[in-house]
């Protein structure tokens, strides 16, 4: 096996489906700590609902996220959670029939229209909504971070570039359009640049543990291990309940030679993990690294 491409792999897969979408089943510290609401209550349900998603009681979590909303309107965070949740259990429809009626009774509010766009799932019409809001509010950065996110998603590299750029310029301490933009220059393999990015981004942030695994990719490509191992560390810190964090973990382990303690970072994974796709692998391995 190539480690270091495989590295490579699962991280920009990780990236790119993660930020890009941010899964529904992520753990709850898989998106940044930085919240856009300071209303109590609502900020209270947001906490037993990541809670809820770290023990799999998603149609409790779905719920709870919707009640922070309905509080308060603007907690970006919660819809986010809120609309992602619905879709891992199979309640697309649904998130997408809710946020279509949230546009249409308020045309005049770009927040809706932006939120309308993400719950939408084709590519096209994500951007046109996305272009609504912004024709609506030009400094409205979600909207233009959105435009981005599907740039990068798409693979159009320097359109996200410029994407990205244009949000910093309406906020310059997003760390989400940081990190995208970070992925790009990773992407286009730039990896002074996106290392720059990364670690811009986890100045800002240093509670998001996506930024450090993302520095350890770029680490790790540079052949950096010692600096990609503490990156990942950091990242498990942040987050000790998300698998693969210890699969990058013994890759980068056994890229050093250090072949014990691989094993110990394998055995992390799938005790996390069980039943992950990588399993069968990460078993292969540790048995023949304990030969």
Not at 210 to 239: C, H, N, P, T, W
Request: with cysteine; charged share 25%; net charge negative.
């Amino acid at each position: 096996m190539d480690y270091r491409r495989h590295l490579t792999h699962w991280v920009r897969f990780m990236v790119l489906t993660g930020l890009a979408a941010l899964a529904a089943t992520s753990p709850c510290s898989a998106e940044s700590r930085r919240l856009n609401s300071d209303h109590p209550q609502a900020l209270r349900l947001f906490e037993e609902g990541l809670e809820q998603v770290d023990a799999e009681q998603f149609d409790r979590a779905a719920e709870n996220f919707r009640q922070a909303v309905e509080l308060d309107p603007g907690f970006m965070q919660a819809h986010f959670r809120y609309m992602d949740v619905l879709r891992g259990i199979g309640r697309n429809e649904q998130m997408i029939e809710e946020y279509r009626k949230q546009a249409e009774q308020n045309p005049k509010s770009a927040r809706c229209l932006y939120l309308y766009g993400r719950a939408l799932e084709d590519l096209d019409l994500k951007r046109a909504r996305y272009r609504d809001a912004l024709q609506l509010d030009p400094g409205y950065y979600w909207a233009q971070y959105g435009i981005g996110a599907i740039y990068l998603v798409q693979r159009r590299y320097d359109e996200a570039i410029i994407a990205f750029n244009k949000t910093l310029e309406m906020n310059p301490q997003m760390v989400e359009a940081i990190h995208l933009l970070g992925t790009v220059y990773l992407e286009k393999g730039m990896p002074i640049q996106a290392r720059e990015r990364f670690e811009e981004a986890a100045a800002i942030d240093s509670t998001n543990h996506m930024i450090y695994l993302s520095l350890g990719q770029v680490y790790s490509q540079m052949d950096r291990y010692e600096s990609a191992e503490k990156a990942f560390r950091q990242a498990a810190a942040i987050s000790p309940k998300y698998p693969m964090t210890y699969y990058y973990l013994g890759l980068v382990c056994e890229l050093q030679g250090r072949n014990e303690q691989a094993v110990i970072e394998y055995e992390n994974f799938l005790r996390l993990a069980p039943g992950h796709e990588l399993s069968s692998v990460v078993t292969d391995n540790i048995k023949k690294l304990r030969k």
